[in-house]
């Protein structure tokens, strides 16, 4: 092997080697400029207002409906009209009382509904069929008539509603970036505050129990009922709630995780749920 021969194997080699170490880099022309990914700014996650429920009442009782309102620095009594129908915005009562039907579809005040939504008026019409105005605005909207579940002798429904035994109007609008939890992420969290409130009622540590109790009722029932807890024992959906029946029916707010509780007895009443309390998981009488 000739000396020319040699130093040009050399050469190569030794570029091969420098290669291997350093990349292109040191190579004249051939130092191809690495584009870094761009850094995207984080995603502000939208502030929810929490809901306006906690101590609201409904009562039709012999024709005369009443309710009762939270939203005031004290507890209001409100006489309602004739055929007063509930009307909840992003989950919330409100103290609109001019719903009405026409041709068995709600009629809604289109002013107080964009207020309420932070929406300028998408219509000079005073009132608009609420499925209507729930498309203008780009909202959610639920109607829920109660006539179908005492038809069917069903104690609860499995429609989208607040409240059974009473009809009432759902319309509802988020931000994109309001972080909801999933309906999985809610029965983990139901879950897991299901377990505080066992303990507080037993003054005992939660055992599992995946075998169903023969009696309805009592400390392995209530095991039972946390243990085997899936997203499948959630009853219905609406813009704002999860619906679980847990001796009476939970109200899971997906944005803010509070927990109201609904309860049906001469009246339909909604209050907040503590997990905490001794007596939370107790039925009533």
């Not at 038809?151 to 009809?167: C, G, Q, T, V, W």
């Amino acid at each position: 092997m000739t000396s020319t021969v040699i130093r040009v194997t050399c050469g190569i080699m030794s570029a091969m080697m420098f290669y291997h170490l350093h990349g292109t880099a040191g190579f004249p022309g051939r130092n191809a400029k690495i584009e870094e990914e761009p850094v995207l700014p984080e995603t502000e996650i939208a502030e929810i207002e929490p809901v306006t429920l906690d101590g609201f009442m409904h009562e039709d009782f012999l024709g005369e409906a009443t309710a009762i309102f939270p939203w005031t620095d004290g507890v209001e009594w409100l006489p309602m009209p004739e055929n007063y129908m509930p009307l909840f915005i992003n989950g919330s009562i409100t103290d609109c009382t001019s719903v009405y039907m026409q041709d068995g579809v709600p009629m809604l005040p289109v002013e107080y509904v964009c207020e309420a939504l932070g929406e300028a008026p998408v219509s000079e019409d005073e009132y608009l069929p609420a499925d209507v105005l729930a498309e203008l605005l780009g909202a959610e909207y639920y109607y829920y008539n109660d006539a179908e579940r005492q038809e069917k002798s069903l104690k609860i429904s499995p429609r989208p509603h607040m409240m059974y035994n009473a009809d009432h109007v759902m319309i509802g609008k988020y931000p994109d970036t309001a972080a909801a939890k999933t309906s999985e992420q809610t029965i983990e969290f139901l879950y897991e505050q299901l377990i505080v409130s066992y303990k507080a009622l037993y003054e005992t540590e939660f055992v599992p129990l995946y075998e169903k109790p023969e009696e309805p009722y009592g400390q392995d029932w209530d095991r039972w009922l946390i243990s085997t807890l899936s997203v499948d024992d959630i009853l219905c959906e609406t813009d704002r709630f999860y619906v679980v029946p847990i001796i009476w029916e939970l109200y899971i707010d997906k944005y803010t995780s509070e927990v109201f509780l609904m309860y049906n007895g001469l009246a339909n009443t909604i209050t907040r749920f503590d997990f905490t309390d001794k007596n939370a998981l107790v039925p009533a009488g």
